[in-house]
């Protein structure tokens, strides 16, 4: 398969030539709790931090413009090697890039005489020299988005080729200590939230007698199971479940693996019906060219789907060439979530209104995500979405980042 074209155009993505001079770039930073803890199978959590770089550009006739982005680390390197003390860290480089200055001098202020930048890989180029930290450099993407498309008076589904109003939207439900338990979320899920569909975490030992608990209530649910890497794919009993679950009408089992591999959950598990979603694995275009390769030789591309997180592919750009190639080559994809607040998940949504982001994303909880979040989340009602139409992130209020 060929490598994946870098060029704007050709992806339905703006390209900014107006020079932008960054003024000053400030990274907030702001500890919330969850409104329900979460369990996976790599850990629980009930709170979380979560920065938002801030960019002020400046354009040739003086104007300025801000735009704001977020990074959504998890409190350890429990789904991937970043954390918010490792973000924390990589901004402090992305500043320093960014701003042409040493990260010992880096201020947020620019270097003397340094360049504007124009178009996506201008900006990304500063930084794109930092091996890793996608959770760290999706963020400062995400300002610079944010503010080409209020400079444009747009939202930003607009700049990204977005053209989806509203989209569907599932849940993901964590561990529970009793499939009774699972069960008072699920139906919370199905019948208040009304969820286009339901994604439980599963792992050794919380697996069949669940799912068999909801199949037992819910037989036609559109229901998806997500192990983060805990099943062992050289195990006979941990295949023997995974062989199981094709008996259970799954949309798709995500990460049954290893966190960083492609190779054995497409060859191990090529015998099963249900498709095998890839997250934690694919980290950018050529992982997810590697994966459809893979699932061509010992499988076939019905059986993958990916699903494209932002903050773990290193920025929005990366998304969108993502969804791209598993559209050329007939594979499902969707948009999962980082337990982002507003701005984040917002930012997820307008990715999602592209039409190559075919299976509902997961942009809601059964409460708000945080108790005390960073600005009102875009409408939901009965599994849709809205995605705003106003100009940038199109959010309606965005509080104090100030704890
Ligand atoms: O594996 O999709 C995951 C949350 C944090 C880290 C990893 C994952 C998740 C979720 C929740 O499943 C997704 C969300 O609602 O934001
Ligand atoms: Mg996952």
């Avoid at 209020?150 to 529970?176: A, C, D, F, H, M």
């Amino acid at each position: 398969m060929e490598a994946v074209i870098d060029n704007l155009k050709s992806h339905g993505i703006f390209e900014n030539k107006k020079p932008l001079f960054i003024e000053k770039i400030t990274v907030h930073k702001r500890t919330m709790e969850l409104s329900i803890p979460f369990e996976t199978s790599f850990g629980r959590f009930s709170s979380l931090v979560r920065f938002y770089p801030e960019i002020i550009f400046k354009t040739e006739e003086g104007e300025l413009v801000k735009g704001i982005g977020e990074c959504s680390p998890l409190n350890a390197p429990w789904y991937n090697y970043e954390c918010h003390r490792s973000v924390e860290t990589a901004l402090k480089y992305i500043v320093a890039g960014l701003t042409g200055k040493d990260i010992e001098d880096a201020d947020g202020l620019p270097a003397k005489n340094i360049e504007p930048v124009t178009n996506v890989h201008s900006f990304v180029t500063r930084y794109k020299w930092i091996v890793g930290h996608n959770t760290a450099k999706c963020g400062a993407e995400g300002a610079y988005w944010n503010a080409v498309a209020r400079l444009n008076k747009v939202p930003v589904s607009k700049l990204w080729g977005g053209t989806r109003k509203q989209v569907e939207t599932g849940t993901s439900i964590g561990l529970e200590a009793d499939a009774e338990a699972l069960l008072k979320k699920i139906d919370i899920a199905v019948l208040k939230m009304k969820a286009t569909r339901i994604k439980v975490k599963v792992k050794p030992g919380k697996d069949i007698s669940y799912i068999e608990a909801i199949r037992k209530k819910y037989p036609y649910l559109p229901l998806q199971v997500d192990a983060n890497a805990s099943y062992d794919l050289f195990n006979p009993l941990h295949i023997a479940i995974l062989q199981e679950f094709d008996n259970y009408n799954l949309m798709m089992i995500e990460q049954p693996g290893g966190n960083d591999d492609i190779y054995d959950h497409s060859r191990q598990l090529a015998g099963l019906k249900t498709p095998i979603c890839l997250d934690e694995s694919i980290l950018h275009t050529v992982h997810a060219r590697q994966a459809i390769d893979l699932w061509k030789q010992y499988s076939s591309v019905d059986r993958l789907i990916i699903n494209i997180k932002p903050p773990r592919v290193g920025g929005y750009f990366e998304a969108i060439k993502i969804a791209g190639l598993c559209n050329d080559n007939g594979v499902s994809a969707w948009c999962g979530g980082m337990f982002e607040s507003a701005i984040g998940k917002t930012a997820n949504i307008h990715f999602s209104s592209r039409i190559e982001v075919n299976l509902p994303g997961d942009h809601i909880s059964q409460a708000p995500y945080f108790k005390n979040d960073i600005a009102d989340s875009p409408e939901y009602n009965e599994g849709k979405i809205e995605v705003p139409a106003g100009s940038g992130w199109g959010l309606k209020n965005i509080y104090s980042f100030d704890e």
